[in-house]
């Protein structure tokens, strides 16, 4: 368990390098900018900017060994040549850099003890996630490998991501990390913002972000303790949706302030980053890009300059783009598996294999227990759909979600005035972005009800509105008393050290609870051993099948569940082009 902890810390130092390089350049474009990113931006960052050089290496070279190696020391290797930038961005927000450390160190190992009891809870990380990351590690990128198992043509970041996060390190601990990382910088982002300003400034989104993080830890919503270790995109888009609507809240809460203008600048840049990264770590994220609607609220207001927007643009292409570049290699399509985003390309899928999956991904949402031909054809499906939701294992955080949600409104509704809620806080444009928000995220639920609504895909959907009412109508005081003290002391220095003190107390002891053998294991990690057998040669490249099942997990590649005939691979420069039948 110590050495998974271990393993996300250095991860999350690879990262938080990569971070500091990129916040460089943009404060060279926009100089002020790093006043609105908190330390776990920085890893935000990196984790982008070790997409990107993942995405465009892979083109290349093979991702794990020495590559991987190589990318991940030189990250740490920047954060160590950086380390008056660290702890520029701790000041920033009032936070010393032993409390940061702190925080940081105590997630880590944390989140990173969850890894190993839950390498096997997601099926598709047998079925394809890991057969997909060690496509990435050992063979350059293959044009067309859609056509050897169609799911290798889901373009999904965190698959050459992952690879160069195994670090070139025996095995596939580092690559299993996504998950925790991301949760990790989501921890330090939100806490560092809630504990950073006196007042009721910001109020709003610190107490939307802390619900977001208490969610995600304690409570089935993101399905962490089951698919931490799980290279899968889910549980990262679901995250970064949710965090992406904490920034917009952000940025809502600090129109007007005068003083706060750095602020909204960096806020509004982050906003972009992370919309972009939760689409290209999964394409159902797509409606997240509707709050970018919020900046440019912003602009028109006259909060944030022409050149805040730009930059954030910016930094969206050069995310977006590589990776639709991507996805036209390995599938033909701009969005697989959505047969008319499919480009003329030799390599492209039969046109009927993407249909047929669309199909099944629409209908397996709907009813798993029926084909496609049978659930498409009406709303039959829908009363049994419905009849499976009292047995989601979310429901009960949304039935006490709800609850509190009907017991703040009835206060208010009765005490009126008298009590203080955080809408009271807030100038008049900071209350009516809170109609934009609901809206998009009204939109978000009718993509994934429309697309495929298996409850689990649209989880961060569906929490939003009960999210976003808490966020709005928890009460602060009383019209007569005064509300700021509870804020100026959470604002304070000593406050912060004591909550970076308290959760690595934490830490300490919910590790303290394992057996020795357990905590000091030099193999945290142990996948399911398959039983394959060879199907033949693709370019050189030995084909497998499972002889039970469908999955594959760590089996020798390339190993798919079952192997289409007639395929053709022909040598494409340092490459292949593998086609389906004509």
Known sequence: MLMAGVVVLLGAMTCLGYGLLALRLAERLNPGVARGVTVGDLGILGYVVLGLVATMGHVFVPLGGLPAAAVCLLGIGLLLGQWRGLARQTDAFGWGMAATLLLLLAACLRLGAMIPASTRGHFDTGLYHLQAVRLVMEFPLILGSANIHMRFGYNSAVFPTAALLSGGLP????????????????????TQRALSRAGAIG?????????????????????????????????????????????????????????????????????????????????????????????????????????????????ALAI????????????????????????????????????????????WARRPDASPETVLADWSWLPDWVGRLAIE?????????????????????????????????????????????????????????????LVRYGQSWLVLPLLLLIAQVAPVGWRSSRAAGAFATMARPRFRTGVALALGVATLASLAGNPPRRLFDPVPVTLPEVTVEPRGELAGIPIHVPRHGNQCWDAPRLCTPDRRDGLVATPFLWTWMVRGPS
């Open 203 to 315: 109020l709003r989104s610190s107490l939307f972000g802390l619900l977001v993080v208490g969610l995600a830890l304690f409570t089935p919503l993101l399905i962490l303790r089951v698919w931490m270790g799980s290279p899968n995109s889910d549980v990262p888009s679901a995250l970064m949706v949710l965090y992406g609507f904490h920034l917009a809240l952000r940025l809502s809460d600090l129109g007007g302030i005068a003083s706060a203008a750095p602020e909204r600048a960096g806020t509004a840049a982050m906003l972009a980053v992370v919309a972009a990264l939760a689409v290209t770590l999964k394409l159902s994220a797509l409606p997240v890009v509707l709050l970018m609607a919020i900046p440019a609220l912003a602009w028109r207001r006259g909060w944030l300059a022409g050149r805040d927007i730009a930059l954030g643009a910016g930094a």
């Open 171 to 190: 095995g596939l601990l580092g690559a299993l990390t996504t998950n925790a990382l991301l949760m990790v910088f989501v921890i330090l982002a939100v």
């Open 393 to 453: 294992p979310s429901r009960p955080t949304f039935l006490v979600l709800g609850g509190l949600v009907a017991v703040l409104l009835a206060a208010r509704l009765l005490l009126g005035q008298r009590l203080v809620v955080v809408a009271d806080t807030l100038p008049g444009a900071a209350r009516r972005d809170m109609l934009v928000l609901m809206a998009i995220a009204g939109a978000g639920i009718a993509f994934w009800f429309i697309s495929a609504p």
């Open 320 to 363: 977006g783009l590589p990776w639709l570049a991507r996805g036209v290699a390995t599938s033909g399509c701009l969005a697989y598996p959505q047969p008319s985003s499919c480009l003329p390309v030799p390599w492209r899928i039969n046109a009927a294999v993407a249909q047929s999956d669309v199909d099944w991904m629409r209908s």
